[in-house]
């Protein structure tokens, strides 16, 4: 289970191009050729797991950056988190 | 300054 400690980093089999400033992404899982696409809260999330970063770090950096309670942002990104583990674009470190 | 939020989206692709 993903909680504020989690401690997680995009995986070194994906990658993903953002579609411009202020704009989505896709993510394309290397081994798989899996393509996925997301929106920009995802995007801004990915950018911060480029280096290892635990969950509760994720939501102070992205608490900057949307108007959103603190609780609903963790809580939807503990949910993004566990979809993007189970699909094996992030990793537990 | 803060963006408008949106849930965050992860859709697969064919």
Do not use: W
Request: charged share 25%; net charge negative; with cysteine.
């Amino acid at each position: 289970m993903i909680h504020s400690d989690t401690v997680i980093s995009l995986s070194q089999d994906a990658t993903y191009q953002d579609m411009g400033d202020n704009e989505p992404a896709v993510i394309l899982q290397l081994s798989t050729g899996r393509l996925f696409t997301c929106n920009l809260t995802t995007r801004c999330f990915l950018d911060l797991l480029a280096d290892p970063c635990s969950l509760g770090d994720a939501v102070d950096q992205l608490l900057k950056t949307f108007d959103v309670p603190r609780e609903k942002l963790e809580r939807d990104l503990i949910k993004l988190a566990g979809q993007l583990l189970a699909a094996g674009l992030i990793q537990l470190n | 300054t803060t963006q408008e939020y949106q849930e965050p989206t992860l859709e697969e692709q064919e």
